[in-house]
């Protein structure tokens, strides 16, 4: 049975969970947020991803009420939350450092929230058991926090934020403290989380791989702009500019000359080099002045001349990065211009043929390269 | 052998500072008064031997505290004195606590400053600071005059040689005491928490009365034993800024030494003080102690 994608922003008739309208945020002659719409809808895992001081954190702080915009509104399910102060907005925060309440045990810190809500004990008890249940976490219940593992600490935080079944709930770099091994089983235990309990997650975190694994959107933002919102994928296989492309991955950016040819362009890129064939679908306003964005993964290198190759440029090998499952081959072409490229390390080391000064050729179809204008 | 000496130093701090004083006056709490140079018997003669030092034993008797009982000036005293010492320490916290939260609170830049004003009287004498409250508070002082200029009153208030007075000049003394501890406590804690607990669904007075003043539960503490303790035992603020129904344990010792030339009941009064006021600092070691571990 083929699943429905889950892509409520590609439906017209969807509604937003968040709307923000043309938001701005400034801190005295500092704009942290300029000007900014978005859409965020329902059940959606949305990354908010940039370097630090990109204003992402700033926008969670306003959605979660800390902040108050300088301009623009920002929608809860169609509701202004601008007069809304943070201990009434159904929205909860699971802050970067946790901020779990050393004096209480696990348990009294899942069961803060509730317990402002005044609901009777025996409701407290029961979700405060679900939420234990969910997290894993019932044999640690009588805990205080100090006495707890850091990934245990994390998984209080959640339980406490999700205690209140809020309709957004607001991940501050939830996995920055944890080790890259726990970090990678916590992302999927959020994914799981998330799936089970139906909550539109907003996640801020500076790691693209982490907002690519977990997120059903990702909005690339920059100097309190989003440059690009799109479904991961997307985000990594046509950014729309250098600097996705450059944010999200690894990638190679060659600056050239476009002359429109078909059903895509021809790129001069350097005396005495081929020119390099891009297939397109939009076209360049501009003078011709366009970058190729060429994702490592898709070069392939060899030692003999490829052939019916869409592009094909030759080099000599300068160094090699060993990474255990992959090797990544930087090349210098004739004109200084290095370019990576990515083979994954199917044999053994002794069975490889490439070595540092041999002359390689490198070569990728017409689709592989993206063409951006700046 | 090296770590037998460091270990030592401390302990011989204490033998020298505390103990040996203390066993004097625990001895001259046991003597007879007299009519001499020092004023109590008997006294210590090595010169004849054994049998000097088994008369010495002999002559000492538990006679001054019996004396204590039978006058109930002096429990009356005690009682008193912790009365006082309670209720100023409780006023030094409702001053205090404020404060330092308001210095927690404050820029960063600015804390050094704040932290400076608060210790800055300590630079000037004690006494002097106590004599000026006299110069505010007497019947002609600077407060009963600004108070009749203003109109708010037309008599002047009695305050000086009262226990108002006396707890005026406790909580001024000694608010600095209670503001440092409970400021380090305060400048610790996370504002994240506050938002953590705002976000909820606390409103701004339950958030700090649920997490700030939990959090801050140890430096309350040990403000409140840093005033009540020497509150207890005070002598200089009760008969200075006090009246003459002002009845503070402090004031009875020093009227016992110096107008009675009793040294040996003066002696027993301090030896009960002294009992009293170690209930109090276990009390506080082991605060610090437990907070000690939570920290480690």
Redesign the interface.
């Known amino acids: 049975m083929a699943q429905t994608a889950f892509a409520p922003w590609d439906d017209p008739e969807a509604k937003p969970l968040i709307e923000f309208r043309h938001v701005t945020k400034r801190f005295g002659d500092f704009i942290a947020i300029d000007d900014l719409s978005l859409e965020i809808y329902e059940r959606e895992f949305f990354a908010l991803l940039g370097p630090s001081g990109c204003g992402k954190t700033t926008m969670m702080r306003m959605l979660?009420?800390?902040e108050p915009p300088s301009a623009g509104t920002i929608l809860l399910s169609g509701q202004d939350i601008a007069p809304v102060?943070?201990?009434?907005r159904a929205?909860?925060?699971m802050?970067?450092?946790y901020?779990l309440?050393?004096?209480l045990t696990v348990w009294d810190n899942i069961a803060?929230?509730l317990k402002?809500?005044k609901l009777p004990k025996e409701a407290i008890e029961a979700r405060v058991a679900e939420m234990l249940k969910l997290t894993r976490l019932e044999k640690f219940a009588r805990r205080k926090p100090?006495q707890i593992s850091g990934g245990q600490r994390q998984r209080v935080a959640l339980a406490?934020?999700l205690a209140?079944a809020p309709k957004l709930l607001l991940l501050d770099e939830p996995l920055g403290a944890l080790d890259k091994k726990l970090r990678q089983d916590t992302q999927f235990e959020l994914m799981d989380i998330q799936e089970k309990t139906g909550t539109t997650f907003v996640i801020v975190t500076h790691d693209q791989e982490e907002a690519m694994t977990v997120a059903s959107r990702v909005a690339v933002m920059d100097e309190g702009r989003l440059i690009q919102v799109d479904t991961p994928d997307r985000i990594y296989e046509y950014p729309n500019s250098v600097y996705v492309a450059d944010f999200i991955g690894d990638v190679n950016i060659i600056e050239g000359h476009a002359e429109k040819s078909g059903d895509g362009y021809e790129v001069t890129f350097a005396e005495g080099q081929p020119k390099l064939r891009a297939k397109t679908a939009n076209g360049l306003r501009g003078s011709g002045r366009c970058y190729l964005a060429i994702r490592p993964e898709k070069i392939a290198i060899s030692s003999q001349e490829p052939q019916d190759a869409a592009n094909a440029v030759r080099g000599v090998i300068d160094d090699i990065a060993y990474l255990g499952n992959l090797s990544t081959y930087y090349v210098r072409l004739d004109n200084g211009k290095i370019i990576k490229a990515q083979t994954a390390n199917t044999r053994r080391i002794a069975k490889r043929d490439l070595t540092w000064e041999d002359s390689v050729w490198l070569s990728w179809t017409d689709t592989a390269a993206v063409v951006l204008e700046n | 052998m090296r770590r037998l000496l460091l270990i030592s130093v401390p302990y011989l701090w204490l033998l020298a500072l505390f103990l040996v004083p203390f066993f004097i006056v625990l001895k001259i709490s046991l003597s007879d008064t007299a009519l001499a140079i020092p004023p109590y018997t008997p006294t210590l003669d090595l010169g004849a031997g054994w049998a000097g030092l088994k008369g010495f034993f002999a002559e000492l008797d538990l006679e001054n505290f019996w004396f204590l009982t039978t006058d109930d000036l002096y429990w009356k005293a005690y009682l008193s004195s912790v009365w006082i010492a309670l209720f100023s320490t409780l006023l030094t916290l409702i001053v205090g606590y404020p404060i330092a939260y308001g210095m927690a609170q404050a820029r960063e830049e600015w804390r050094p400053t704040l932290m400076m004003l608060v210790i800055l009287p300590f630079w000037t004498s004690f006494l002097i600071r106590v004599y000026s409250w006299m110069g505010i508070l007497s019947q002609e002082g600077v407060l009963n005059q600004f108070l009749m200029w203003s109109g708010v009153i037309s008599d002047p208030l009695m305050i000086l040689n009262t226990n108002t007075a006396v707890y005026i000049g406790i909580v001024y003394t000694y608010l600095p005491f209670m503001i440092l501890p409970i400021y380090a406590a305060l400048e610790k804690l996370d504002i994240s928490l506050i938002e953590a607990a705002e976000d909820l669904g606390c409103s701004r007075f339950q958030a700090f009365w649920l997490v700030t003043v939990p959090l801050s539960k140890n430096g309350i503490i040990a403000g409140c034993f840093l005033v009540f303790i020497p509150a207890l035992g005070e002598f200089v603020i009760p008969s200075l800024l006090g009246g003459s129904q002002t009845l503070m344990i402090g004031k009875v010792l020093w009227e016992e030494f110096f107008n009675n030339r009793d040294w040996p009941v003066a002696s027993a009064v301090a030896v009960i003080l002294l009992l009293i006021l170690i209930i109090p600092i276990i009390l506080f070691q082991r605060n610090e102690q437990k907070q000690r571990e939570a920290e480690g």
């Open positions: 979660a009420g800390f102060p943070p201990n009434k929205v909860n925060m802050f970067q450092s901020a309440f050393p004096h803060f929230g402002r809500d100090h406490r934020s209140k």
